[in-house]
């Protein structure tokens, strides 16, 4: 067995994405970390990925069959992406049943390195009390501050955390919107880097768009964050889908660059929650369940 | 109508939109898909720029690549004041455009880091940080004797001119290249004078200043 850097045998054995699988050239080796440890990957060009410990013997770059690979980590492929797993992963990854809807546009609307730790990165996601003043006159607008009271689970049986019955006043929640609306989300947090949300489409008032965060965790504090679109529009082009979601995504970034402590505290008394960071308590709970210490400060036992 | 072609979350578009918003021109976008699509490598934006840069406008048919170059050309051609590129002071024009070669300094340094950090490229990021910190000290002690002197922009003009606009959007988003601002209070004084004037818009990663204080 491998020695690895990060000790946090939760975090070890779950599946991390790594990669658009449409962002991955054939053929050629591609570089990146995980865990802090240096990781390659590459395609054959028909759907087949391998991804290894980088070794000398096959640069970044450089060109690679990928059936000759010997010592390679898991792999699976799901929601576009390329997952990998430092330990003993489970047979699925969390599902997302909207993804096989053959309707949806499914999109990597970018990988964003950014400088915060993974779980500070899904509390930001998760948190509605910043549209407003973060998202000006995209997801929220002064006076519309207000979080109203939604309902937060830890679903037992499939081991997430569920916050539904949010609703929030946006002035444009998606490239297909026509002016402000009462928006409805839901928040699920399957795994404890990822998160998926669902809001509604203001092409069909009776389904969700769905946008989910893939957190990379290259270290402690610093993610590859993957973000899946997958959603329902049927009039602009794939780049000004992209270009939306990476505009709401270059706002968070500084104010994500910005928590400090770095890493979450899961102790209750290290931060001073309000009613709206109801979802936040609920899955700072469930990482301190769960033991995860990687990426956070764990609670004083 | 001027066509920008454009990358929201890149600084060097962003000083062409800022500019066109504070001199009230209006303009249509066509988005490029930089990252991660790269399509300013592809062959139909090549075609426009064989350099495969952004930002590019077409005005009425008249295709411009440059940040700088744009600026010059915005201010000379829409700016009815004529403060931000006085055509008529050539000290004034010569001040301008050493500090819009600064600029590209600025671009060389902060925005590699910046790119190295979130967009994953290929670079020095530890000699951009240097490079980009050795600017700022710079900057940061011209703005300070500008200050003293009475003087709130970089070049010797009583308003603001392109060279303003043409260093601060790598300057606001240096963080996220790793390059903190906090030893440079003259710079972030600027920064804050730059986002009160009139017509100013941000940009993802920028965020408005609150009102002044009353003097």
């Given amino acids: ?301 | 109508m001027i066509t920008l072609y454009d990358y929201e979350l890149s600084g060097n578009c962003y000083k062409l939109r800022l500019l066109m918003g504070m001199l009230g021109i209006e303009w249509k976008t066509v988005p490029v898909d930089f990252y991660p699509g790269r399509e300013h490598k592809s062959d139909w934006f090549l075609k426009i720029n064989p350099l495969g840069q952004l930002p590019v406008i077409d005005d009425d048919g008249l295709i411009l690549r440059d940040a700088q170059a744009i600026l010059v050309y915005l201010a000379s051609k829409y700016d009815a004041s004529g403060s931000w590129y006085p055509r008529d002071n050539p000290a004034l024009l010569g001040e301008i455009s050493q500090w819009l070669a600064f600029a590209d300094g600025i671009t060389g340094t902060a925005s590699a880091a910046r790119l190295h950090d979130a967009l994953f490229y290929d670079f020095d990021v530890e000699a951009a940080r240097a490079g980009a910190h050795r600017l700022f000290r710079i900057l940061d002690e011209h703005l300070w004797f500008g200050e003293q002197e009475g003087r709130s922009w970089i070049c010797s003009a009583a308003q603001p001119t392109i060279a303003d606009i043409a260093c601060f959007p790598y300057i606001m988003l240096s963080e996220e290249g790793g390059i903190p601002r906090q030893d440079y209070p003259a710079i972030r004084r600027w920064c804050d004078r730059v986002k009160r004037i009139k017509g100013f818009s941000v940009m993802s990663g920028v965020f408005p200043a609150g009102p002044a204080k009353a003097a």
């Fill in chain 1, 1 to 301: 067995m491998t020695e690895t850097r990060c000790k946090d045998q939760v975090i070890l054995d779950l599946w991390h994405p790594l990669a658009a699988l449409s962002e991955v050239p054939a053929g050629v080796v591609v570089g990146t970390i995980l865990l802090e440890e240096r990781l390659s990957l590459a395609s054959d060009g028909t759907g087949k990925v391998a991804v290894w410990r980088s070794r000398r013997d096959l640069p970044v770059d450089g060109p690679v069959d990928i059936t000759a690979v010997e010592g390679t980590l898991p792999v699976k492929l799901a929601y576009g992406y390329v997952w990998t797993s430092l330990g003993n992963p489970p047979a699925d990854i969390f599902p997302i049943p909207e993804y096989a809807e053959a309707d949806r546009r499914k999109l990597n609307a970018a990988t964003f390195g950014v400088n915060v730790s993974a779980p500070r990165a899904i509390e930001n996601f998760l948190d509605m009390g910043h549209f407003p003043y973060v998202h000006t006159d995209i997801l929220g607008a002064e006076p519309h501050t207000e979080v109203k009271e939604y309902d937060v689970e830890i679903s037992v049986d499939r081991d997430e955390i569920l916050a539904t019955r949010c609703r929030f006043f946006q002035p444009m929640a998606s490239t297909t919107s026509d002016g402000g609306a009462d928006v409805d989300y839901i928040y699920r947090v399957p795994h404890p880097y990822c998160s998926v949300l669902y809001k509604s489409s203001p092409m069909d008032e009776t389904r969700l768009d769905v946008i989910a965060v893939f957190l990379q965790p290259v270290d402690q504090e610093h993610v590859r964050a993957h973000m899946l679109l997958c959603v329902l529009d049927e009039d602009n082009e794939d780049k000004v889908i992209k270009r939306f979601q990476q505009t709401i995504f270059g706002q968070d970034k500084p104010i994500l660059e910005n928590q400090f402590p770095k890493r979450l505290p899961l102790d209750p008394r290290a931060e001073t929650p309000i009613r709206a960071d109801k979802s936040a308590i609920a899955y700072r709970r469930w990482l301190s369940q769960k033991g995860v210490t990687y990426g956070v400060i764990p609670a004083a036992t």
